[in-house]
């Protein structure tokens, strides 16, 4: 088990700009830091971070926390995991005390996973590099390769013993459980209870996600035997989803920030050749044809890719169907092709840095240009080919969300394909048509099954939960202001030299915590809402043991539902930034009142509402057969209470109108 020691001084050394900058692009909005939301699909920024308050918080997930949370949402790191992967990215020393059987026998099965994972990329490449068969076989492949010592470390390259369960018997010996070898798709168990390696006799490149974490292999066969696939991937897993991984993505994520682009290629040695060579923003779609989920992965980190094609016209017709999914996520695309005969592994190996850094820029045109010219070859003189081929780069370019940018493209085909824009358009017209029409009746579909729902009766609902919003405000003013000292004002019934009983004023120097404790202890007021509840009584006993509110050392306490609750009140300011309102000349109202009048405001608030609820209650419990002096008793108890209304609003020094 970790430390307290070395927890809090992670804490204090870890800066959540910098951590979440590792997986997300971020821009700076003022004093804060915003991007796309690495949690859903989406084109217009939702997800804030603050350096100031080391918090972050994704407004169209809802999720929302410390530097440690993110890791865990992110990455799907326990606590601990993600404790570590901190304590490493800033060389702080890890002390653990002793862990019990227990503990070890409560790790789960997705831990168990990936432990499996990493002791065989460590077994693998022991093998490469430190048996005479590994060295023999695979070192020398990847020699032949032209992989240096460093890139064969770097990439974690490995080999797998020709021997059929080499592997097993190894992670077996040490203490590994076949079940796990089995699930994460290693060791392949048969109905009569033999097991073999399902990697035998393969080198093998480990599959990293985006924090660096081993989720699987693919592992290349080096024998000219036909009954065996040359590549060979892990099976999915739950750690394994070979549909969300981009290989290369670990290495790769600072370069396609730092150069706001990615260079997407084929195979694993087209990207570790390419990283040798110097060109480090570059990834490989991982053994599967281009996915959404890839793209998105991209999309966190840049908006723009270049494809990277070899000299293979074949293989270029089928590659480029991907570009259509890369625009409909609103990407920037770009295509270089290499000579013929070549690839990108075989061009980076044979030219100098600056030959291939001139080739990808001066090589690399929109996509537009490069399916024209693409299929122009094909069509040639043929006009039924070349309308076909108009209309394959018309539904290319619907495909994009931007209607400029659709504009821009119908121009330019217009110009390359020689023909009237007015028709493209129409062309282009007709086929979103046909978009909006099939959502159109899927959306009527959703609507009849809502329909349906509506129809049950419903219960009635107030247009504004206003206790909520009055419950939420406490919590913000604890959480902002708690610790701060104001000057609250206090109205004191005194006599005077005439002996009459007058208000006077006193002002008094009070934390916030305090004010706000005092106050609904006064009234013997609870917070209704059970969230709320628990986080204020949290925050209570926070105030009375520490001096000042350290909001690291607060969030640290916290469950997920709390941390979420707390994170998306904290940075509610935040949220008007992402609009950027000042640019459309509509100026956003901050708190610029002092701490006092808006706790004061607030705390009357809430009595206002519970006073104007009481009597709402005392007015539908009269019954009309009730006596004369119960009815007297009523009358004067409302207006005992409307008294105390018009006495609370006076104190506030404005008149406030009811809420019921």
Known sequence: MITRETIDKVFETARVEEVIGDFVQLKRAGSNYKGLSPFSDERSPSFMVSPVKQIWKDFSSGKGGSVVTFLMEHEHFTYPEAIRFLANKYNIEIVETEVSQEDKAEANEKESLYLVSEFAKSYFTDTLLNTEEGKAIGLSYFKERGFTNDTIAKFGLGYSPETWDAFTKEALSKGYQLEFLEKVGLTIVREDGKHFDRFKGRVMFPIQSLSGRNLGFGGRILTNDKKAAKYLNSPESDIYHKSKVLYGIFHAKQAIAKQNNCYLVEGYTDVIQLHQAGVENVVASSGTALTPDQIRLINRLTKNITVLFD?????????????????????????????????PDSFAKNNSYEDLVNHLENNSKDFIQFKASLLMDEAKNDPIKKADLIRDMVVSISKIPDSIKRQIYIQETSRIMDISEQILLNTLAQLVQKDISEAGKKLKQEYKALEVVKSEPQSPQEKVNIVYELERKIIEMLLLYGSQEADFDDFILKANEEGEMIEEKETSKVRVHQRIYLSLQEDEVELANPLFKEIYNDLIAYYNQNDEFNIEQYLMQLSAEHSEMVTDILMMEE?????????????????????????????????EYLINKLIMDLMNSYSSNAEENDLEELKATINDYNKLKVNLTNKIGRIRSTYL
Not at 312 to 341: H, Q, W, Y
Not at 575 to 601: F, G, P
């Open 311 to 343: 000299g293979d016209a074949a293989g270029l017709r089928a590659s480029v169907r991907g570009i259509d999914l890369i625009l409909e996520e609103g990407m920037n695309v770009k295509v270089c092709t290499f000579p013929d005969g070549e690839d």
């Open 575 to 607: 949220r008007e930034l992402l609009h950027n309102w000042e640019a459309k000349q509509i100026y956003v109202k901050t708190k610029d009142q002092n701490v006092s009048q808006y706790v004061s405001e607030t705390i009357v608030s809430l009595r």
